[in-house]
């Protein structure tokens, strides 16, 4: 069957053109994934420009090493407790069996 009278078969619209325009969409949700996942990590927060820019030019997969690479800056702006003679000392850790001396071979379990 001919489309149009081109005389281009219907699979070779459908593998030039859907299949492609297919994957362009589905990176557009990855893209957008991967910059919330900037936005969460502290970077990027007034404009996502640039990250589109690698995500639709470059791939999802790279916008994705870039994001992964990034260090986190929300955990450094979070609450941190209060430092001073106010503050409580924190709980010693209770002792585990892995930090404890080896018992000798004959010696008694207890």
Not at 3 to 23: D, K, M, R, W
Not at 65 to 87: C, F, H, I, M, Q
């Amino acid at each position: 069957m001919r489309i149009l009278g081109l005389g281009i078969p219907e699979l070779t619209i459908l593998q030039v053109f859907l299949i492609p325009l297919a994957f362009f969409v589905v990176g557009l949700f990855a893209a957008n994934l991967m910059i919330k996942s900037a936005q969460e990590k502290g970077h990027h927060r007034d404009s996502t420009g640039l990250l589109w820019v690698i995500g639709i030019f470059c791939t999802p997969i790279v916008l994705g090493l870039y994001v992964a690479g990034l260090p986190d800056r929300a955990a450094t702006t979070a609450a941190t407790p209060a430092t001073g003679p106010s503050a409580t000392p924190a709980a010693p850790r209770p002792a585990s069996p892995r930090n404890e001396p080896p018992t000798p071979p004959n010696a008694p379990l207890a």
